[in-house]
C-alpha cells in the first residue's frame, strides 16, 4: 500500500501539508523475525505497514502473548513512547519480511507545532489507533475464542494463511488444542 492512501485513511490532507509530512517519512525494509520495537523502551518512531504482517506481543510468566496483528496500510506505534514519551510495553516481531515508511516523532511533533492541518491529521491519527484499541479489549471480554475467531476470519481472512497458528492461539487467548477445535468445528 502506498504512502498516500496510508495517510488519506487517516485524515485527508491539503497537497501542501501532505508533501510535507512525505518529506519527514522514509522507507526502509527489515527480514522476517526482526524485532522493529522492544518492550522497555522509548520508541522514537512510527512506521506504517507498505508490505508484509507484523505482530505485537507482551512476555508474562516466560510466554508471549500476542494482542495485535499488523498488515499493509496498518501503523505500528508504542502508543505509550508517542504520547507520554515513556517506555513502551510490547515488542513488534515482524513475522513475513516486510516494507515499513518510517516517521520520526520529534519530527511529526514539529509539523503539527507549525501546521493545523497535520495536527488535525495527529488527532485523527491517535483517535482511530484508541478505537482500535477499545475495540480489540472489548471483543476480548466479551466474546468467546470462537467469535473472536470468526471475527479474524471475517475480517482479515488473508492474515489467516499469513500467520502461523501458535500466534493466533495466543491472540485468541488459546492454546493450539482448542484453535485446532475450533477450526474443524467451522469447516
Given amino acids: 500500500m502506498n ?35 522492544r518492550a522497555d523502551k522509548i520508541e522514537k518512531n512510527i512506521y506504517f505497514i507498505k508490505k508484509g504482517v ?26 505509550k513512547s508517542y504520547i507520554a514519551n515513556q517506555k513502551g510495553y510490547e515488542n513488534i516481531e515482524l513475522l513475513e519480511d516486510c516494507e515499513l515508511y518510517e516517521l520520526k516523532t520529534t519530527n511529526l511533533q514539529k509539523l503539527f507545532d507549525e501546521y493545523i492541518d497535520i495536527a488535525n491529521w495527529g488527532r485523527r491519527f491517535a483517535e482511530k489507533e484508541l478505537v482500535k484499541t477499545e475495540e480489540r479489549l472489548i471483543s476480548r471480554q466479551v466474546r468467546i ?16 494463511q499469513r500467520i502461523q497458528l501458535g500466534h493466533i492461539a495466543s491472540y485468541l487467548g488459546i492454546t493450539q488444542v482448542s484453535l485446532s477445535r475450533i477450526r474443524a468445528e467451522i469447516k
Avoid: C, H
Fill in 145 to 160: 475464542a470462537t467469535e473472536r475467531y470468526k471475527e479474524l476470519l471475517k475480517d482479515n481472512p488473508d492474515l489467516i
Fill in 54 to 79: 507484523a505482530r505485537a506481543y507482551s512476555n508474562k510468566d516466560n510466554i508471549e502473548i500476542t494482542f495485535w496483528f499488523g498488515k499493509e496500510g496498518d501503523t505500528i506505534i508504542s502508543m
Fill in 3 to 37: 504512502i498516500d492512501e496510508i495517510l488519506n485513511n487517516i485524515y485527508p490532507l491539503s497537497d501542501t501539508s501532505k508533501q510535507l509530512l512525505k518529506k519527514s517519512i522514509t522507507e526502509v525494509k527489515y527480514k522476517k523475525g526482526y524485532i522493529l520495537l
